[in-house]
């Protein structure tokens, strides 16, 4: 009985560590379109240069969780979200691939920069399609899926894609008031400015949309009002200490206010679709793989993570501080 | 071919794994070739091995990303076009892929950014711990997958209760019959390929005579790494084959081009054969008398087994496991033909000045990938019409997703993984025109490569602003 729980929070751990992380790498290189200067795009790319890939290895990490412990909803969710998944992976692709491209070659620099703001913009994009589309609920008939693949393609993920993309591009913006510095450390606050008034709205807009949607939502609100105020209190309250901490010290506060305030957010999809794994149709423990395979996953789970969340954090302090305007290293 | 759903999940498939394996393949062996080389530049401190490691390391780095980009796609992979082998095999290979990400691909994320920008921030001994992490997370890996893949090939430990798949000993998952034959060749064609870059591009260099410390030193050991690995390799392929032939007849059946159940005595060993399998017979047939029965049977007039001893329906298509098994065969023989050479020229003092071996070993730059290919070739078209061998059809796995839509991302894929390659060769022939001496030089700029490489250096900003950015 518990065993199914206890792989859903891992993957729902994946999944949170995926999105805070990621988002900010894909946010700092969304915002690389906006930002002139090639000086200051090679700084914000060093910036989460020596990380991103650890960041990103929570997403398979997630996806693989499911392979492993609910094949089931694996094998229901991947087709449902064919089109998004796939676009989303050709545009991870292109990014991953400038990250060490663009240091090849000074001539063509600008033109990687723009892929991989393209690639950034395009996977922040396609996930917000993704929780739209689940949100929105797929259509399921045993354990197959039986819809189309373009049922995701509709108004209200399209509204969540772009609340995804202003959400990452403001974790973009904290991570750059905390890693940069001069001109670059201004650009953030700026951005910040902006970009986090359209979060807000367009996170709030998401929330109204969802109740007409999915009835699930609605449901999910009447069982759990105290739980969802108060994480939408704190998404509120986070949004507000940002935005009141921008250009100021300690600079790694709107950071944390920014991861703060997109968890709160992540809490609260989490309560709105539990207990089931594809939202609102199959629970989790009707999509179980057998459990010998859990017992496995999580024994591995529970020996291996705090291990690589060791050295992860260590590869963080080894990076730590202000990002050197002239790069890590002469060398790359 | 038709346009039906199961062709192009599969054309899709294979398009994206075969790209994909190219890389790892690259990662495993240069990851291994680096940890050895900044070993030995700890203890000599000879600064050759410096120059060597840096060259290398930042092709390592692009293949690499490559490797990593496009390993996410096959993750997700499983799903999208197989989503009944996912739900059913899922519980028997998803805890092993999982295991695969928490123990190797953190591993090697975490220290790959050490390994490539932290030298300034860690120092040499921290920053040799981050190289080995590095290459043990890419053996590590390729066991997980390995033994995932071959599960799939040799399935055990497993049973299936209510049309679910449920592991009954996890030991026997793991440990099925063929992985731990199959990883031992597996890490050392990535260690043959390796060893034939390095050597490849060495040997270039001679040619033009250029750079010939450096050049001298990587043919030296390239060779020497080769001559060892292949020798093992064709010892472990001899094993691997005895172990395939005993758990898949009809993989090894069609690898050697035999329809009829019993072949001729003496068999022959064809190098070339037009295989009909519509008809069960070659249109036409190309080999060597006696050789078939001397090297399958180990006997002057032994008869080969074909393809006729396995149902029609549950035949691989002869074609496709032939030409892969004789492309990896072809390979290894010319493999060991080079190792053979470089032996005999060593003795005799004149590796680096026989040209005709050098341009020998240009050529065979990328055989270790080519043949990598075609041993997967044999091993997965092998499989079929299975996907689980023994249990699950692929044409029953395929997922509901229609054939156009499937058309449209195989042609996207075709055309990303394109322009991702180009751009990998370019940049590669790029660092290989350029040479090894412009891959040090900003530490050169800044004085002494030691003085740079001490940690007193570590949290100064100027010292790494006076490095510059030369190489930028
Ligand atoms: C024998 C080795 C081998 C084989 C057969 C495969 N891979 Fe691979 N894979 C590696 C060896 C490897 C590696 C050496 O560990 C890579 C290459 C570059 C890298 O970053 O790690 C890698 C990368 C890599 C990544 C990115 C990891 C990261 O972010 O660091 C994923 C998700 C996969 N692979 C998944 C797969 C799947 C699902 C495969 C099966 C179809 C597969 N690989 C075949
Ligand atoms: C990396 C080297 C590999 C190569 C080059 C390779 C090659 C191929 C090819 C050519 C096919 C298509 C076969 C056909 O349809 O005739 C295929 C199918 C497949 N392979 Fe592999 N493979 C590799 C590794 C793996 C691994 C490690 C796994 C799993 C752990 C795997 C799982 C599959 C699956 C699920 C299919 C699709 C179903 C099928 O057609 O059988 N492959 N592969
Ligand atoms: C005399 C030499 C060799 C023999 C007899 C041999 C034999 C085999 C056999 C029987 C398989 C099929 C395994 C299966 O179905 O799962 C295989 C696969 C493979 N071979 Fe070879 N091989 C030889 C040389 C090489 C060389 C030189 C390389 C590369 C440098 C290589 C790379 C591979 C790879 C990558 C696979 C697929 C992975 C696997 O199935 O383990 N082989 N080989």
Redesign the pocket.
């Known amino acids: 009985m518990t065993l199914p729980l206890l792989c859903a929070a891992f993957a729902a751990l994946s999944i949170t560590l995926y999105v805070l992380l990621d988002g900010f790498d894909l946010g700092v290189g969304a915002l690389l379109l906006l930002q002139r200067h090639e000086e200051s795009r090679d700084h914000m790319v060093d910036s989460i240069t020596p990380t991103w890939?650890g960041n990103?290895?929570w997403l398979?990490m997630t996806g693989v969780t499911l392979l492993a412990a609910f094949p089931i909803a694996y094998g229901i969710l991947m087709p449902a979200l064919y089109i998004p998944i796939v676009v989303m992976l050709l545009a991870l692709g292109l990014r991953g691939v400038s990250f060490e491209f663009r240091s090849q070659m000074k001539l063509y620099r600008r033109r990687w920069d723009v892929i991989f703001a393209v690639g950034s913009i395009v996977a922040a994009f396609m996930q917000g399609l993704i929780l739209g589309a689940l949100l929105q609920g797929v259509s399921v008939q045993g354990t197959t899926f039986s819809g189309n693949v373009l049922d995701c393609i509709r108004p209200f993920p399209a509204l969540c894609a772009l609340c995804v993309l202003a959400g990452y591009v403001v974790l973009g913006g904290c991570w750059l008031q905390f890693k940069a510095t001069s001109q670059l450390h201004g650009f953030s606050g700026r951005t910040l400015r902006i970009a986090l008034p359209l979060f807000m709205l367009a996170f709030f807009a998401v929330g109204g949309m969802s109740l007409f949607v999915q009835p699930g939502i609605v449901a999910a609100w009447q069982d759990h009002p105290v739980l969802l105020g108060t994480l939408s209190c704190i998404v509120l309250l986070a949004a507000f200490i940002l935005f009141g901490s921008i250009g100021k010290r300690p600079d790694v506060r709107p950071l944390i206010a920014g991861l703060v305030m997109i968890a709160a957010g992540i809490g609260g999809l989490a309560i709105l679709v539990f207990p089931t794994i594809v939202p609102f149709r199959i629970s989790i423990w009707d999509a179980s793989s057998s459990r010998l395979s859990q017992i496995f996953l999580l024994t591995g789970a529970i020996v291996v993570t705090p291990v690589v969340l060791g050295y992860s954090l260590f590869a963080y302090w080894v990076f730590r501080g202000k990002t050197p305007e002239e790069g890590w290293d002469g060398y790359e | 071919m038709s346009l039906n759903p199961a062709t192009l999940a599969r054309v899709q498939f294979a398009f994206t794994?075969s790209f994909?394996?190219i890389?790892?393949?690259m990662?495993?062996g240069l990851?291994m070739f680096l940890a050895v080389i900044e070993g030995l530049w700890l203890k000599t401190k000879n600064d050759l091995y410096l120059q060597i490691y840096r060259f290398w390391l930042s092709i390592f780095a692009m293949?690499?990303g490559v490797?990593?980009?496009?390993?996410?796609?096959?993750?997700f992979?499983?799903g999208l076009g197989f989503a009944r082998f996912a739900q059913l095999a899922g519980p028997a290979i998803g805890p092993m892929?999982a295991l695969?990400?928490l123990t190797?691909?953190f591993l090697?994320?975490g220290f790959?950014g050490i390994m490539l920008f932290g030298m300034h921030r860690v120092g040499p001994t921290l920053h040799y711990f981050a190289t080995c992490m590095v290459a043990l997370?890419?053996l590590l890996?390729?066991s997980w997958?390995?033994s995932?893949?071959s599960w799939m090939q040799t399935p055990d430990g497993v049973a299936v209760r209510n049309g679910r798949l449920v592991v009954v000993n996890w030991w026997h998952v793991l440990n099925n019959p063929s992985w731990l034959v199959r990883l031992p060749h597996?890490?050392s064609a990535?260690y043959l390929t390796a060893s034939f870059l390095v050597a490849g591009v060495g040997a270039w260099y001679l040619l033009r005579g250029k750079h010939l410390a450096f050049a001298k030193k990587t043919v030296a050991l390239g060779t020497a790494s080769a001559t060892v690995l292949i020798a093992g390799q064709v010892f472990i392929g001899d094993i691997l084959y005895g172990t395939m032939l005993k758990h898949q007849p009809s993989k090894m059946q069609a690898a050697e081009g035999f329809w009829e159940k019993e072949s001729a005595s003496p068999a022959p060993y064809y190098w070339v054969i037009a295989p009909n399998q519509k008809e069960q017979r070659n249109r036409f047939a190309l080999g060597v008398p006696y050789l078939g029965s001397i090297w399958l049977t180990h006997s002057l007039h032994g008869r080969v087994e074909g393809l006729k001893n396995t149902p029609a329906e549950q035949q691989p298509i002869m074609g496709m496991v032939f030409y892969g098994f004789r492309i990896m065969y072809g390979i290894a023989i010319l493999m060991f033909a080079v190792a053979t050479a470089s032996l005999w020229l060593r003795w005799k003092r004149r590796l680096f000045t026989t040209r005709w071996f050098l341009r020998c070993l240009v050529m065979m730059t990328p055989s270790g990938i080519v043949a990598t290919l075609g041993g997967?070739y044999l091993a997965e078209t092998g499989r079929q019409p299975w996907v689980i061998f023994g249990m699950l059809r692929t044409i029953d796995a395929v997922s509901p997703v229609p054939a156009q839509t499937l058309l449209a991302t195989l042609i996207a894929f075709v055309c990303i993984y394109a322009f991702f390659m180009t751009a990998f060769l370019v940049f590669v022939a790029r660092i290989i025109r350029r040479g090894p001496e412009s891959a040090s030089i900003h530490a050169e700029a800044s004085g002494s490569l030691k003085n740079a490489l001490r940690p007193q250096v570590l949290d100064s900003p100027n010292a790494t602003a006076a490095l510059g950015r030369v190489g930028r």
Do not use: Q
Request: hydrophobic share 55%.
């Open positions: 890939d990103e290895t398979i | 794994v994909h394996i890389f790892p393949t990662s495993i990851a293949g690499f490797g990593v980009v496009t390993g996410i796609v096959l993750s992979e499983f892929i695969e990400v190797s691909f090697e994320a790959l997370g890419t890996s390729a997958i390995l995932a893949n597996m890490l990535a997967w």
